[in-house]
Nanobody, 132 residues
């Protein structure tokens, strides 16, 4: 079975930082595309970031939505099968439930990572609240 479990969320003040982790089982990060999405109340699910081997499998590729570029950083640990999302300079606009998602065999590119339908497997989500 494929499982994704998010951790690391919580309450943080504006300007602060948080690190989310996604523990992945049942798929290999060597072949998978792992995405982070978020969803605020009353809003659609929004792509945040994605990481995978490139389509040519020659380098590590990562992508970010415009709203988080320069503030968020995604990384992976293949040996531990975990993906981290480091978030800095958080604002109340970042408040949402954050989900990690996996496409078992695939890759991220600047166009495809926006689509939730790309990913077959999803975590339960974790709350991030940015408030003073």
């Amino acid at each position: 079975d494929v499982q994704l479990v998010e951790s690391g969320g919580g309450l943080v003040q504006p300007g602060g930082s948080l690190r989310l982790s996604c523990a992945v089982s049942g798929v290999s990060l060597d072949t998978a595309a792992i995405g982070w999405f978020r969803q605020a109340p009353g809003k659609e699910r929004e792509a945040v970031s994605c990481i995978s081997d490139s389509d040519t499998r020659t380098y590590l590729a990562s992508f970010y939505s415009n709203s988080v570029t320069g503030r968020f950083s995604i990384s992976r640990n293949v040996a531990e099968n975990t993906v981290e999302l480091r978030m800095r300079y958080l604002s109340p606009h970042d408040t949402a439930t954050y989900f990690c998602a996996a496409e078992a065999v695939g890759y991220c590119d600047r166009d495809n990572f926006y689509f939730p339908s790309k990913f077959q497997y999803w975590g339960q989500g974790i709350q991030v609240t940015v408030s003073s």
